[in-house]
């Protein structure tokens, strides 16, 4: 199996999803790591076509998983899995983004699969209470 699960990382803020991606980065090596974060005019918000670009970023074959930080993070998220050409993209849903994108990176460092990523992060779901 060549190349890793990719992470994409979509916050309304460019600051939050940077500080996400500098904790990854002091920790773990060789996992594609993007954001997509703010609006295309340097709003706060999401972009679809940012969360695309973030997608075909780091897609090296073995999927792509997405964190975002609210809901209509997520919203543009489900829209760029209708559009997106990558083999297997999804959302991680009911995960801390802080959290959830660091155990999925540790995760990809070391070679698990997509499936096996996205059954570990099922233990950090946050329910309803």
Do not use: C, W
């Amino acid at each position: 199996m060549s190349g890793k699960v990719g992470i994409v990382i979509i916050s309304h803020s460019p600051e939050i999803a940077k500080g996400i991606h500098a904790l990854i980065n002091q920790v773990i090596e060789g996992v594609p790591v993007a954001e997509a974060a703010g609006t295309d005019d340097g709003e706060i918000g999401t972009s679809m076509e940012k969360i695309l670009l973030a997608i075909e970023t780091v897609d090296q074959g073995q999927g792509v998983l997405m964190f975002y930080d609210l809901g209509s993070a997520k919203m543009n998220a489900e829209m760029a899995l209708e559009f997106t050409e990558a083999a297997d993209v999804r959302i991680a849903d009911h995960v801390a983004i802080v959290e959830g994108t660091y155990v999925a990176a540790v995760e990809s460092s070391i070679g698990k699969t997509l499936d096996d990523i996205v059954a570990s992060l099922e233990r950090l779901a946050i329910t309803e209470m």
